[in-house]
């Protein structure tokens, strides 16, 4: 067997030949399909840039930069009708010309039924409702190279690093410290592989496919990043499947039936999987951190520095990029309140309650990861290879 990433995943419960055998045949599979069903392909985003730290001067040169936004003609009749009557016919024109990339606003009050307003003390986001709002088709927005690159871009993976959660040292004991770390780094990783997988390779005929050679410059390369990405995989696996009880009751109406039905039936499917439960029934032990001495005060610190992380998304100069950003760091914020704020030492009787927002950035950033997860494992061989000039 070539294999170069073996044994246990750091820190985690599972060996990496079963977290690719298991999300080859069942995770990403499932993750594919559940992402695609209505209730988890509209994210709803205030894309504003409101960037809190600098004034925005980052500008990326690709239309694939900015998302379309436009009203949705898929849905049924009935659920469109009482409000799209009265919108003006400018709304129904999509800004990229692309009749099928549209979004409809009138999903709101339909969509969020069922769902309570909570914050999420991990996050920066302001989630009031109003005219700033808008709702994004993810599957027509996908991650992708976009063009955003330079100062700007690597202002912000500075920030996040420097001064929020600067490289362990080595043999540090700070266990939490190092997570919040790994877990950046696991989604930077991510983030690369899919500019990667899905590159502009010629502009003039607009020609895409994958890009192997940022792939293993930007991750590949660096053996600590890939782990990083299976950790982050497996930490965000965990909360899914630790919420699993949540998951299960909660109301995925869309005025769908049968996509609902759908959704429903491949969440279970997921929170209660036979094959995931056999092979790797806790992908990461969140029971073995916050046992020190200085634990509330930790845990503040902490919050604080991913809550900065999760502000500086506001900052990112392309557009779609800060939809993928906010998506997934907001994903990340719903991991980590599952993991360590609820039923935790500070919270103990504090029943867990999550936005329909959290559920659907949690859901689509562990199918963001899975795929980078499943790249890896199908490139790094052929990289490998190809790098070294065989
Ligand atoms: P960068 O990826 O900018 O990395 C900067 C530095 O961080 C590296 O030099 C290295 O020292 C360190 N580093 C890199 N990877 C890791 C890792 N995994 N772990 C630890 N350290 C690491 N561009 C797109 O085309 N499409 C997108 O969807 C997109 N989304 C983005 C979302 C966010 C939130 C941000 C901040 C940027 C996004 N970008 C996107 C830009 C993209 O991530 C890069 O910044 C850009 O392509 C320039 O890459 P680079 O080679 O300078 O290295």
Not at 1 to 16: H, L
Request: a negative charge; hydrophobic letters at 35%; glycine letters at 6%.
């Amino acid at each position: 067997d070539s294999r170069k990433y073996t044994g246990i995943v750091e820190d985690c419960c599972c060996d990496y030949e079963t977290v690719d055998s298991l999300n080859r045949a069942v995770l990403h599979p499932l993750l594919q399909e559940l992402v695609a069903t209505p209730f988890f392909r509209y994210f709803k985003v205030k894309l504003w840039c409101d960037c809190p730290f600098w004034p925005d001067d980052g500008m990326c040169h690709l239309r694939d930069c900015s998302v379309c936004e436009c009203p949705e003609n898929e849905f049924p009749e009935p659920f469109k009708k009482p409000s799209l009557l009265g919108l003006p016919l400018d709304d129904l024109v999509c800004q990229e010309g692309n009749p099928q990339a549209t979004v409809d606003r009138t999903l709101d009050t339909m969509a969020f039924r069922g769902w309570i307003e909570i914050d999420n003390p991990w996050t920066h986001d302001d989630e009031t409702d109003n005219g700033e709002m808008t709702y994004v088709n993810l599957q027509l927005n996908p991650e992708r190279y976009t063009g955003y690159t330079g100062p700007s871009a690597r202002r912000i993976w500075d920030a996040i690093y420097s001064e929020n959660c600067p490289k362990y040292s080595t043999g540090e004991a700070c266990q939490e410290k190092k997570v919040l770390y790994k877990l950046i780094s696991g989604l930077h990783s991510s983030i690369s592989i899919h500019i990667g997988a899905d590159y502009l390779l010629d502009e003039t005929t607009n020609l895409w496919g994958n890009n192997l050679e940022l792939m293993y410059g930007r991750v590949l390369g660096y053996p600590d990043r890939v782990r990083n990405l299976y950790f982050t995989f497996l930490f965000v696996l965990r909360a899914v499947t630790k919420a699993a009880d949540y998951l299960e009751q909660a109301e995925y109406d869309t005025g769908n039936h049968e996509e609902d039905l759908k959704a429903q039936s491949l969440m279970r499917q997921l929170l209660y999987n036979p094959k995931l439960q056999a092979a790797c029934p806790l992908p990461f032990d969140e029971a073995k951190l916050w046992h020190g001495q200085s634990e509330p005060e930790l845990r503040q610190q902490i919050q604080k520095q991913f809550r900065n992380i999760s502000a500086l998304m506001d900052c990112v100069g392309c557009e779609k990029c800060r939809l993928w950003g906010k998506l997934q760091v907001l994903g990340l914020g719903t991991a980590l309140k599952i993991l360590f704020s609820v039923n935790g030492q500070n919270h103990p009787h504090q029943p867990l309650q999550l936005q329909r927002n959290e559920v659907i950035a949690l859901v689509n950033l562990l199918s963001r990861l899975s795929e980078s997860v499943k790249f890896v494992n199908e490139m790094d061989p052929l990289v490998e290879m190809k790098m070294e000039g065989l």
